[in-house]
């Protein structure tokens, strides 16, 4: 299995457009959690999806982001309209019930927002 | 609430000496702890948990529920140690609280 895969590895624009980040989770996993680094702020977790179900958005900064998980291989967090202080990596992690805290990272998504 | 505070943004050391990155925790039910670390370009990764009690690369972890710490240690610290350490709690194991982040600089 390639782990966890999340595109675009980098992310490049202009204040206002809409940017969508992408997330594969290991095959067989059913915990999917979304998390923002920043220098500022450390990780934070943004949401996470249990069996594609969201279980906990409160980490969701604001009504501009948002996030699916149309199947259990695919989910996405999209920022619209995006602004400079969303600039930070964004990592994508999956787990399987049961193994307690263990979670298998991505190699994240820095955006950069100018 | 929880939360998970790693006092040292910077931990910097000789190759060769000890190493103890600090960890404390407030959490009101039972915790499990957890160290995760992140190398130069590489994903983050589990380092190691408390209930394993195990020794990982060296590194060992004790959780201490009196002081609500869970620092992690090494006696000598490698070069190829160098890497960005963050300490997390799992309440009932589903999400995780991590701590800021200790980023550990072992010099030759």
């Known amino acids: 299995d390639a782990g966890v895969i999340q595109s675009p590895r980098h992310e490049v624009t202009e204040m206002g457009q809409e940017v969508t980040l992408r997330c594969k989770p290991i095959s067989g996993h059913d915990y999917l959690f979304w998390y923002r680094q920043t220098m500022m702020r450390g990780l934070e977790l943004l949401i996470y999806f249990n069996n594609n179900v969201p279980i906990d958005d409160s980490g969701m900064p604001e009504d501009r982001f948002s996030a699916k998980m149309p199947n259990a291989s695919f989910s996405t967090l999209k920022i619209q309209p995006s602004e400079p202080r969303d600039s930070a990596v964004y990592f994508c992690?999956?787990?399987?019930?049961?193994?307690?805290?263990?979670?298998?990272f991505g190699p994240g998504t820095r955006l950069t927002v100018t | 609430a929880q939360r998970v505070t790693q006092p040292e943004k910077l931990l910097s050391v000789f190759k060769g000496a000890p190493v103890e990155l600090k960890c404390n925790y407030s959490y009101s039910g039972s915790p499990e702890l957890f160290w995760y670390v992140q190398y130069s370009r590489q994903r983050l990764q589990l380092l190691l948990r408390h209930i394993s009690r195990e020794s990982i690369k060296g590194f060992t972890a004790d959780l201490n529920k009196g002081e609500t710490s869970f620092h992690l240690k090494k006696p000598f610290a490698q070069e190829e140690d160098s890497a960005m350490y963050y300490c997390a709690l799992s309440n009932a194991g589903n999400m995780l609280t991590f701590g800021g982040g200790t980023r550990l600089m072992v010099k030759p």
């Open positions: 992690a999956s787990r399987i019930a049961g193994t307690g805290g263990e979670q298998y």
